[in-house]
Protein backbone atom coordinates (compact mmCIF):
# COMPACT_ATOMS: atom_id res chain seq x y z
CA UNK A 1 0.00 0.00 0.00
CA UNK A 2 1.55 3.57 -0.92
CA UNK A 3 2.27 5.95 1.60
CA UNK A 4 1.10 9.35 1.29
CA UNK A 5 2.76 12.11 2.99
CA UNK A 6 -0.17 14.50 2.99
CA UNK A 7 1.77 17.31 4.56
CA UNK A 8 2.31 18.83 1.42
CA UNK A 9 -1.23 19.54 1.19
CA UNK A 10 -0.03 22.84 3.32
CA UNK A 11 1.50 24.68 0.34
CA UNK A 12 -2.41 24.44 -1.44
CA UNK A 13 -5.47 26.46 -1.50
CA UNK A 14 -8.61 24.84 -2.66
CA UNK A 15 -12.13 25.97 -3.31
CA UNK A 16 -14.78 23.21 -2.46
CA UNK A 17 -18.33 24.03 -4.05
CA UNK A 18 -21.41 22.63 -2.55
CA UNK A 19 -24.78 23.84 -2.31
CA UNK A 20 -25.40 21.25 0.95
CA UNK A 21 -24.45 23.79 3.31
CA UNK A 22 -24.06 20.80 6.38
CA UNK A 23 -22.00 18.94 4.05
CA UNK A 24 -19.90 22.07 2.89
CA UNK A 25 -19.08 22.62 6.94
CA UNK A 26 -18.27 19.04 7.68
CA UNK A 27 -15.92 18.49 4.51
CA UNK A 28 -14.52 21.79 5.21
CA UNK A 29 -13.33 21.16 8.75
CA UNK A 30 -11.82 18.29 7.19
CA UNK A 31 -9.69 19.67 4.59
CA UNK A 32 -8.47 23.13 7.13
CA UNK A 33 -6.45 20.46 9.13
CA UNK A 34 -4.78 19.43 5.31
CA UNK A 35 -4.19 22.39 3.07
CA UNK A 36 -2.91 25.64 3.51
CA UNK A 37 -6.58 27.41 3.09
CA UNK A 38 -9.37 26.25 2.02
CA UNK A 39 -12.43 28.60 0.41
CA UNK A 40 -16.42 27.45 0.29
CA UNK A 41 -18.89 28.72 -2.12
CA UNK A 42 -22.48 27.15 -2.32
CA UNK A 43 -22.63 27.73 -6.12
CA UNK A 44 -20.59 28.89 -8.97
CA UNK A 45 -20.87 32.72 -8.85
CA UNK A 46 -19.48 32.52 -5.14
CA UNK A 47 -17.02 29.96 -7.05
CA UNK A 48 -15.75 32.17 -9.40
CA UNK A 49 -15.73 35.46 -7.21
CA UNK A 50 -13.22 33.08 -4.90
CA UNK A 51 -11.14 32.44 -8.02
CA UNK A 52 -10.80 36.27 -9.35
CA UNK A 53 -9.84 36.98 -5.60
CA UNK A 54 -7.79 34.13 -4.20
CA UNK A 55 -4.80 31.73 -5.87
CA UNK A 56 -6.59 28.56 -6.15
CA UNK A 57 -4.94 25.55 -6.78
CA UNK A 58 -7.75 22.62 -6.98
CA UNK A 59 -11.52 22.86 -7.35
CA UNK A 60 -13.71 20.73 -5.82
CA UNK A 61 -17.31 20.67 -7.02
CA UNK A 62 -20.57 18.77 -6.69
CA UNK A 63 -21.83 17.75 -9.83
CA UNK A 64 -25.31 19.20 -9.23
CA UNK A 65 -25.73 22.27 -7.92
CA UNK A 66 -29.15 23.81 -6.63
CA UNK A 67 -30.76 25.11 -9.70
CA UNK A 68 -27.38 24.26 -11.99
CA UNK A 69 -24.98 21.91 -13.03
CA UNK A 70 -21.49 21.43 -11.92
CA UNK A 71 -20.38 20.50 -15.30
CA UNK A 72 -21.39 23.73 -16.98
CA UNK A 73 -19.82 25.69 -14.64
CA UNK A 74 -16.19 23.90 -15.86
CA UNK A 75 -17.37 24.14 -18.93
CA UNK A 76 -17.21 27.67 -18.65
CA UNK A 77 -14.00 27.58 -16.54
CA UNK A 78 -12.31 25.55 -19.23
CA UNK A 79 -12.96 28.51 -21.32
CA UNK A 80 -11.36 31.04 -19.54
CA UNK A 81 -7.92 31.78 -17.38
CA UNK A 82 -9.07 29.22 -14.93
CA UNK A 83 -8.56 26.17 -17.27
CA UNK A 84 -5.29 25.11 -15.87
CA UNK A 85 -6.58 24.49 -12.04
CA UNK A 86 -7.26 20.76 -12.06
CA UNK A 87 -10.53 19.43 -11.00
CA UNK A 88 -12.36 16.67 -8.92
CA UNK A 89 -16.32 16.23 -9.18
CA UNK A 90 -18.57 14.78 -6.19
CA UNK A 91 -21.54 13.00 -7.35
CA UNK A 92 -24.62 11.13 -5.89
CA UNK A 93 -24.97 10.05 -9.23
CA UNK A 94 -23.55 7.30 -11.80
CA UNK A 95 -25.39 8.26 -14.77
CA UNK A 96 -23.19 7.49 -18.00
CA UNK A 97 -23.74 11.01 -19.18
CA UNK A 98 -21.97 12.50 -16.19
CA UNK A 99 -19.15 10.57 -16.05
CA UNK A 100 -18.69 11.03 -19.66
CA UNK A 101 -18.74 15.01 -19.88
CA UNK A 102 -16.55 14.44 -16.95
CA UNK A 103 -14.42 13.16 -19.46
CA UNK A 104 -15.01 15.46 -22.17
CA UNK A 105 -13.68 18.17 -19.44
CA UNK A 106 -10.67 16.21 -18.89
CA UNK A 107 -11.44 16.51 -15.14
CA UNK A 108 -9.30 14.60 -12.95
CA UNK A 109 -11.04 12.48 -10.52
CA UNK A 110 -14.77 12.15 -9.94
CA UNK A 111 -16.01 10.70 -6.03
CA UNK A 112 -19.03 8.73 -5.28
CA UNK A 113 -20.82 10.24 -2.30
CA UNK A 114 -20.87 9.56 0.57
CA UNK A 115 -17.29 10.93 0.76
CA UNK A 116 -14.85 8.69 1.62
CA UNK A 117 -12.43 11.36 3.76
CA UNK A 118 -9.33 8.69 3.01
CA UNK A 119 -10.41 9.01 -0.80
CA UNK A 120 -10.72 12.30 -1.06
CA UNK A 121 -7.89 13.19 0.34
CA UNK A 122 -5.20 10.72 -1.14
CA UNK A 123 -6.74 12.01 -4.44
CA UNK A 124 -5.94 15.40 -3.83
CA UNK A 125 -2.63 14.35 -2.80
CA UNK A 126 -2.07 12.37 -5.98
CA UNK A 127 -3.54 15.43 -8.08
CA UNK A 128 -1.08 17.99 -6.68
CA UNK A 129 1.86 16.11 -5.98
CA UNK A 130 3.31 16.24 -9.71
CA UNK A 131 2.31 20.24 -9.17
CA UNK A 132 4.53 20.38 -5.76
CA UNK A 133 7.80 18.33 -8.12
CA UNK A 134 6.81 20.57 -10.55
CA UNK A 135 7.31 23.62 -8.16
CA UNK A 136 10.92 22.16 -6.68
CA UNK A 137 11.60 21.70 -10.20
CA UNK A 138 11.29 25.21 -10.85
CA UNK A 139 13.09 26.49 -8.40
CA UNK A 140 16.11 24.59 -8.77
CA UNK A 141 15.78 25.58 -12.79
CA UNK A 142 15.48 29.33 -11.13
CA UNK A 143 18.48 29.21 -9.05
CA UNK A 144 21.04 28.08 -11.60
CA UNK A 145 19.94 31.18 -13.74
CA UNK A 146 20.58 33.36 -11.38
CA UNK A 147 23.61 32.07 -10.42
CA UNK A 148 24.65 32.18 -13.39
CA UNK A 149 24.44 35.80 -13.21
CA UNK A 150 25.72 36.17 -9.77
CA UNK A 151 28.18 33.27 -8.88
CA UNK A 152 30.46 34.58 -6.26
CA UNK A 153 30.99 32.39 -2.62
CA UNK A 154 28.27 33.29 -0.14
CA UNK A 155 25.90 35.24 -3.01
CA UNK A 156 24.71 31.84 -3.94
CA UNK A 157 23.89 31.57 -0.41
CA UNK A 158 21.61 34.48 -0.30
CA UNK A 159 19.96 33.26 -3.61
CA UNK A 160 19.26 30.34 -2.56
CA UNK A 161 17.58 31.87 0.50
CA UNK A 162 15.67 34.05 -1.45
CA UNK A 163 14.11 31.33 -3.91
CA UNK A 164 13.57 28.64 -1.01
CA UNK A 165 11.66 31.94 1.11
CA UNK A 166 9.05 32.91 -2.02
CA UNK A 167 5.65 33.07 -0.77
CA UNK A 168 2.76 31.30 -2.79
CA UNK A 169 2.71 35.14 -5.16
CA UNK A 170 6.15 35.06 -5.80
CA UNK A 171 7.29 37.43 -2.76
CA UNK A 172 10.03 37.76 -0.23
CA UNK A 173 9.12 39.08 2.99
CA UNK A 174 12.69 39.93 4.66
CA UNK A 175 15.03 42.66 5.68
CA UNK A 176 18.65 42.89 5.54
CA UNK A 177 19.33 42.41 8.76
CA UNK A 178 17.14 39.01 8.86
CA UNK A 179 19.10 37.75 5.49
CA UNK A 180 21.93 38.72 7.61
CA UNK A 181 21.39 36.54 10.73
CA UNK A 182 20.92 33.42 8.60
CA UNK A 183 23.58 34.06 6.27
CA UNK A 184 27.81 35.34 6.76
CA UNK A 185 27.37 38.21 4.37
CA UNK A 186 28.32 41.53 4.77
CA UNK A 187 25.13 44.04 4.45
CA UNK A 188 27.38 45.95 1.49
CA UNK A 189 27.52 42.52 -0.33
CA UNK A 190 24.03 42.01 0.05
CA UNK A 191 22.89 45.25 -1.03
CA UNK A 192 24.83 44.49 -4.53
CA UNK A 193 23.22 41.41 -4.80
CA UNK A 194 19.64 42.86 -4.73
CA UNK A 195 20.47 46.01 -6.30
CA UNK A 196 21.79 43.64 -9.70
CA UNK A 197 18.90 41.28 -9.13
CA UNK A 198 16.92 44.96 -9.35
CA UNK A 199 18.48 45.83 -12.25
CA UNK A 200 17.55 43.17 -14.37
CA UNK A 201 13.22 43.28 -12.87
CA UNK A 202 13.96 39.89 -11.41
CA UNK A 203 13.83 40.95 -7.77
CA UNK A 204 11.49 44.30 -6.93
CA UNK A 205 11.26 46.01 -3.86
CA UNK A 206 7.62 46.48 -3.43
CA UNK A 207 7.51 48.13 0.00
CA UNK A 208 9.88 47.64 3.07
CA UNK A 209 10.52 44.31 3.75
CA UNK A 210 8.96 42.94 0.74
CA UNK A 211 10.14 42.27 -2.70
CA UNK A 212 8.13 40.32 -5.74
CA UNK A 213 10.17 38.01 -7.86
CA UNK A 214 9.31 38.03 -11.45
CA UNK A 215 9.67 34.49 -13.53
CA UNK A 216 8.86 36.53 -16.37
CA UNK A 217 12.06 38.48 -16.35
CA UNK A 218 14.31 35.43 -15.34
CA UNK A 219 12.82 33.22 -18.51
CA UNK A 220 13.54 35.91 -20.92
CA UNK A 221 16.73 36.18 -19.84
Do not use: W
Not at 35 to 52: C, F, P, Q, W
Not at 60 to 65: E, K, V, Y
Request: glycine share 2%; hydrophobic share 40%; with cysteine.
Amino acid sequence: MTLRDLNILHEFNILYIEDDTTLLRQIKDVLDDFMHHTYTATNSKEGVKILHEHKIDLIISDILLEDESGIDFLKELKKGEFNEIPTILITAHTDTKYLLEAIKLKVENYIVKPINIKELLNTIHDILLPVKQQKEVKKSENLLKIISLICDGKQIDVIRYIIQNLDENDELHSSYTEIISQIEISKPTLVKIFKKLSEKDILTQVSYKRYKFNQYALDNL
